[in-house]
């Protein structure tokens, strides 16, 4: 299958602070991009859509200026987690869909933020 | 409101034994169905897929069964083994698209 990356695999914050969260697909073109959401022992709740070059299409409930997505280009999205506090702590994965392909997931990223 | 269900919340299953996990959507206009493996600290992995105008699709010892009038589809581990021992998520989408409602999640644990 493809191959997505994701990085860092692990980030350590402090409250109040912003971080950012990179999704790369690494040999195809991702037109879609989504970011999901995975607190312990919970299933996994998408946040977000993004498409290249348009802005991003948050779901009920995700605070869009908290969440920054921007995916500049076809190989890659970011995610911004500003202004970060505990209860955001939390594994975020992203996955990217090519034309035509099924999506595939990133390996998640562990944030804590204290 | 919960558009997938997913059954049991943990299983434990023998060695060589079958697992199964089952799944109920509402939405009929979902037409992707697939399965993922996820282990602790990883993202979910793509087991199997099915859409529906197939009953059943089998790769090795994974098969999913899929009932379109319950709007139920399944997921059969045959001769499971230690190392399937993991949390498997089914999940719905519509039309060609990534954008996947996920379930509950199952942790399956194989014991040896």
């Known amino acids: 299958g493809a191959v997505v990356s994701q990085h860092p695999s692990r980030v350590i914050c402090k409250s109040g602070t912003s971080v950012k969260i990179e999704c790369r697909s690494l040999?195809?073109?991702?037109?879609?991009m989504f970011w999901y959401r995975q607190f312990p022992k919970q299933s996994l709740m998408l946040m977000a859509t993004?498409?290249?070059?348009?802005?991003?299409?948050?779901e009920q409930g995700v605070e869009k200026d908290k969440f920054l997505i921007n995916h500049a280009s076809l190989t890659l999205s970011t995610l911004t987690v500003t202004s970060a506090h505990p209860e955001d702590s939390s594994f975020y994965i992203c996955?990217?869909?090519?034309?035509?392909?099924?999506?595939?997931f990133g390996q998640g990223t562990r944030l804590t933020v204290v | 409101q919960q558009q997938v269900k997913q059954s049991p919340q943990s299983l434990i299953v023998q060695k060589g034994g079958i697992s199964i996990i089952n799944c109920a959507y509402e939405?009929?206009?979902?037409?992707?169905f697939p399965w993922y493996q996820q282990f602790p600290g990883k993202g979910p992995a793509l087991l199997i897929a099915?859409?529906?105008?197939?009953s059943e699709k089998k790769e090795g010892r994974f098969t999913i069964s899929f009932n379109k009038s319950a709007k139920q589809f399944s997921l059969h581990i045959m001769d499971s083994q230690p190392g399937d021992s993991a949390t498997y998520f089914c999940?719905?989408?519509?039309?060609?698209?990534?954008?996947?409602?996920f379930g509950q999640g199952t942790t399956l644990q194989v014991k040896p």
């Open positions: 999940a719905a989408s519509k039309g060609n698209t990534g954008k996947l409602i």
């Open positions: 993004s498409n290249e070059g348009s802005k991003a299409t948050y």
């Open positions: 939405n009929t206009a979902f037409d992707y």
């Open positions: 996955s990217a869909q090519g034309l035509n392909t099924e999506a595939f």
């Open positions: 099915i859409r529906p105008d197939v």
């Open positions: 040999d195809f073109q991702a037109t879609t």
